[in-house]
């Protein structure tokens, strides 16, 4: 039951839950609030910017002192595709083909073999690197259930931005 003070001044609770989120969310951004990537291995599928290369198993650790956008994705997945699409590659192509600073991987979920990854790499022209979640270490440490997910991990590797769903902007400083 709500006090009878607050149900005669429904403006002055609005007004202070609203000062209440506004200072929590200030405060986790001030003390660090962000987690902890956790770390992963995947296998690459080789293939980056029309090239082929050798297939490699890749860690999380070996883009430190970089800006990761983490791709959490499935082949089949048609949502995935858009984010790819619509998002990730006008922004690989744009900003970070070349860059030292920024990094996209796209990391199947879904345990998609490297060859069905690659395929879809040069159908869609998708030239960033694209990994398979070895022992499913990545769908269970970015609690990557639903699909697709773009988690965007810092130079010191904490996440500061997760977003489920399709996204059409990824702010990457």
Request: hydrophobic fraction near 40%; glycine fraction near 8%.
């Amino acid at each position: 039951m709500v006090p009878r003070f607050f149900q005669r001044n429904r403006v002055l609770l609005t007004v202070g839950v609203a000062v209440l989120l506004i200072a929590g969310t200030l405060v986790m951004m001030l003390t660090g609030g962000s987690e902890e990537a956790a770390e992963f291995s995947a296998t690459s599928t080789g293939y980056v910017d029309g090239v082929d290369g050798n297939r490699e198993t890749i860690l999380l650790s070996d883009y430190r002192g970089q800006v990761v956008v983490l791709d959490l994705m499935a082949e089949w997945c048609g949502p995935c595709k858009k984010v790819a699409s619509d998002t990730l590659k006008p922004l690989y192509e744009r900003e970070y083909r070349d860059s030292d600073e920024v990094i996209i991987i796209s990391v199947s979920v879904a345990g998609d073999s490297p060859g069905l990854l690659e395929d879809m790499q040069r159908e869609y022209g998708y030239d960033w690197l694209h990994v398979t979640d070895n022992d499913d270490e990545v769908i269970t440490g970015y609690n990557a259930q639903q699909i697709p997910k773009v988690v965007v991990i810092d130079q010191q590797g904490r996440i500061t931005f997760p977003a489920l769903g399709i996204v059409k902007h990824c702010l990457v400083y």
